[in-house]
């Protein structure tokens, strides 16, 4: 059936599609918050919106709300005093479910084209979702816009566009034509229809609740399933907007607005897991930590579970022909929103020996040194140290920050910065600890945070089978490698695609190993304990939807 | 890397490839065992071969041999007499993942070329797939040939153009060049790697050992992951040839041929079990009971698992303008290999007041009368009953049969028939019982094997309510109606793609509700107890492997 909101983003939609097959550079929503792009006065007009909703009981109308809950604040100091509805979920649910009657027949175009329409006036909202995020997450202004704005819907056009891109391989109807010899062939009239899996649920987190949320929201709607959004209890704004445009969109194209429906509640209350273990709910997409990742797929076997769940990402040093690029580029690396990105590089595995570079041999020692006076360097003006750094999200990342100091020796310590217009936030600047490779214990475990090991191994060969170990056993979601010696990077490849983990080769310019690219970069692999599944690829949403056929003779 | 077996069978590929998008009827294996296609001496050629194969030890060598196994008995009489390998599983695994390091990177077009050179070989060995098929699983010559032969090879090739479409998509290189104003672009190169699960168990059943067991075998050897088959210890030796052939294409291919190994086993000990939990099998593909099947769900965590159990399928009728017709085509569906096919009819819901037909008004015993009789008539020459029924596969077919004429009153009692060529074989007619809809302890389980319930209802949208709940509860591979009238139609349609059943709607002629045609009708549906997968679809495929990139500055 055909959708006005899908004529509308046909053309759009049909760019995502070859993108997704081509991988090359493609982004239909602007990274830039210039006023040349989005207009003038819009930054203005976003952060107005944004401060509006402080204090205040976020306007959201939702069936079965038996209170209020909400008690965000802002890694910059601030406590955000929203309040959102809470709901009963047997009665929520009930009401879920009777969206999801509609929905279900609405068919693929209504689907694709709603989603598409809830992207277009979320990026409207970029502004609005940038302040919503930095003062949740603690990302400095720009990353929030960029990475929460812009790129996180860039993900979630992926999605739909991975989604479409299976459905429209499935004929609505086919003839199919037997012969028998010499009499009449048999003929078969066959209609297939492609019916979601019912009711899917998106587990939020507090570091990049839009762009991590986002590929699983618009998979499972674009697909006909109605979604529960949970967001973390320190990340619910951006999450709460999002559902806002969402419903709104919903009940402009006629459905019931219930299928996207917003469950905000307490820290430390049990309401992931009751949800993920209800029987109604048939997907789960979740990103946080390794042990509720496991979790949800050990227990919610009801539902088909897509986990990101933490990792310990590896960088090999063996040689460089541009030292100074690679210490540049690594130390943004490590500074980039506080290592606060499951991206981030943990652990930087060194020859004890040293590394040949195009300054000389360089020692071990000096290795460490140069990382730590490039961290400094990129940090030294506070001004523009806040806006790499952002704020410091949790409490915990202080707590291991203050452990990790008695690891090792300090090769650059963490320091504390003044942030100039948010006095109460909390910034702390990388600490980097030398290690030596019998730290096992140690550099295997994630330290998510600010925190860096640099290891001392016998050789490159040692440091590629550290590596290898560790991906294995603790999953990753990147590696890097640096290297001026071909069967040094090709060793690098063969264990990367041994193990299963995307690996970037001598990155010295403007792309750093953090930073995954939607329609090109694959975030995750599915093929290692960080991640169950890949964003976004076709196994992210082919089991999203089924085939129901039914056939009479023609 | 392109692959003379690739380029050899490219065209059928292509040709495949299309098919699975506009599901239309298109076979490449002739369904006829007629000399003028297969030609002339083939059928003799075959025969001789399987029955040179009887009372030896089958020649297949495999690594890790500790002992031989095998106790094959015909349901047409005699004993197979055949041995096979028996195997350490420990040395057996290690010998599959040495192969498996080597296969892993010969790429898609090795991994597809290899798997439809295999297909094609087996095509040639149909007469003596067919004989060993008829003499494990109690199919009639021709059901063993056909359905054994040709048309498990197309379920096959079809899972072989699900992986390559898939796979297609996913360009081996990108270039990414982002611009940056008046700067110069970022640019990067990117390889996107596919890369394989690991080690792949097939688990075969014993009435449709190559059916039920290429699909899953061919889509992960055509996505690069070495398969470890197991058959059923009543149904090894067709799968025993199909191992033997897949190795010899392997080794001419200059593969280790341990990428395919058999692993037959004694019946009642627990080989399947310690396989699925063994940390090497990254993927399971399931055959069999429900208890077996929610087993593997529930424990072989480390896989993926696919598992088709059992159902209960599912007759409304409503009224018919073709009553003999209607009868006609529901006795073969119920004869045909004496109900021992996942997809044949067990209950059969008709109105208590009768329904309307072209022959007038008839009551509900009419009805199940004229099913009766239908029946009868089908089977009235032993000759070509037997032709129709086969053999009887295992006693517990002939408990339940026993079990099942005390359930209620018989409209049609079982038969015993003594085959001409075959006189040890145990053949039985159907067994038509009538129950009234408060017997659903009774009707609501499977009773596997020729044993049909007619179930009196209040009305139709009593039996549709019925049909609905069984579905949801029991799982079911086909429903059929029977109608006049649109209303009930359009209803069918919208409960089978409430519950996710595939719906055949008045069938009369000669395609039957067990049919299901290659590269047309999904076999299941994934979205029903009966099966978590459809045979073949993109999410069947897509996360048997996954893909790993790397990049680098250009």
Redesign the interface.
């Known amino acids: 059936m055909p959708h006005p909101f899908f004529d509308r983003h046909r053309d759009t939609l049909e760019r995502a599609v070859e993108a ?6 493609w982004s239909p929503f602007p990274e830039s918050p210039s006023p040349k792009v989005y207009g003038e006065g819009a930054a203005e007009q976003g952060k107005a919106t944004f401060e509006a909703l402080l204090g205040k009981r976020f306007a959201l109308t939702q069936p079965a709300t038996t209170g209020e809950v909400g008690n965000e604040r802002s890694p910059y100091g601030m406590r955000l005093g929203i309040t959102y509805p809470k709901a009963d979920l047997d009665r929520l649910l009930a009401a879920v479910e009777a969206a999801q009657a509609t929905w279900r027949k609405a068919g693929p175009q209504a689907w694709v084209g709603v989603s598409l329409e809830i992207l277009s006036r979320i990026n409207k909202a970029s502004f609005e979702l940038a302040h919503a995020i930095m003062h949740t997450t603690g990302q400095a202004f720009v990353m929030a816009f960029q990475a929460g704005g812009p790129h996180a819907q860039d993900r979630g056009l992926e999605a739909v566009a991975y989604a479409w891109d ?1 459905m429209r ?1 499935i ?1 609505e109807r ?7 010899g010499r009499n009449e062939p ?1 003929r ?1 009239e ?1 209609h ?2 492609i ?1 979601p ?1 019912g009711v899917a649920l998106v587990i939020g987190c507090s570091t990049f609740p839009t762009w991590n949320g986002y590929p699983g929201l618009f998979a499972s709607l674009a697909t006909g399933n109605a979604v529960v959004v949970k967001p973390h209890p320190n990340a619910i704004l951006p999450l709460a907007i999002t559902v806002r445009i969402a419903r709104e969109v919903l009940a402009e194209a006629g459905f019931d607005p219930n299928v996207v429906t917003l469950v905000a509640h307490d820290a430390g209350d049990a309401t992931a897991q009751t949800l993920a273990l209800r029987p109604e709910i048939k997907i789960v997409d979740f990103t946080g930590s390794t042990a509720n990742g496991r979790w949800l ?2 227990h919610a ?1 009801q539902a088909l579970v897509y986990t990101e769940k933490a990792g310990v990402n590896q960088v090999i040093v063996d040689s460089t022909a541009d030292f100074k690029g690679m210490v540049r580029n690594l130390a943004i690396s490590l500074a980039l929103y506080s290592g606060q990105m499951c991206t981030a590089p943990q652990n930087i595995y060194v020859p004890m020996g040293g590394i040949d570079t195009d300054e000389g041999h360089l020692g071990f020692d000096d290795v460490a040194k140069g990382l730590a006076e490039g961290v400094d360097r990129l940090l030294e003006d506070p001004a523009r140290a806040v806006e790499v750094l952002g704020a410091v999200q949790s409490d915990g990342v202080l707590r291991r920050l203050e452990a990790a100091r008695s690891l090792g020796t300090i090769a650059l310590d963490t320091r504390t910065i003044v942030h100039g217009q948010f006095p109460e936030a909390t910034v702390r600047t990388p600490l980097i600890v030398k290690l030596s490779k019998a730290d096992r214990a140690t550099y295997l475990n994630e330290w998510f945070g600010p925190i860096t090991f640099v290891i001392a191994t016998d050789s490159t060969a040692e440091s590629l089978a550290i590596a290898r170990d560790a991906v294995i056993g603790h999953g990753a979601l990147t590696m890097a490698v640096y290297s001026r010696r071909d069967d040094v990077i090709e060793r690098a ?1 063969e264990v ?2 041994d193990v ?12 750093f190993v953090n930073q995954s ?1 939607a329609f ?3 975030h995750g ?3 290692n304990p960080a991640a169950n599944a ?1 964003l976004t ?3 992210y949403v ?2 999203r939807f ?8 023609a």
């Open positions: 997704i097959e081509r991988r090359g550079y299976q391989r004929p086919a003839t199919w034509e037997k012969p028998q048999l078969m066959k297939f229809r019916v899996r797929e050990e076997r490849i990367a695609e299963g983990v995307a690996l970037s080769i001598n990155l010295t310019g403007g792309v690219a090109s970069d694959f692999t599915g093929a890949a690829d076709a196994a082919a089991n089924r085939v129901v056929q039914h056939r009479a003779h």
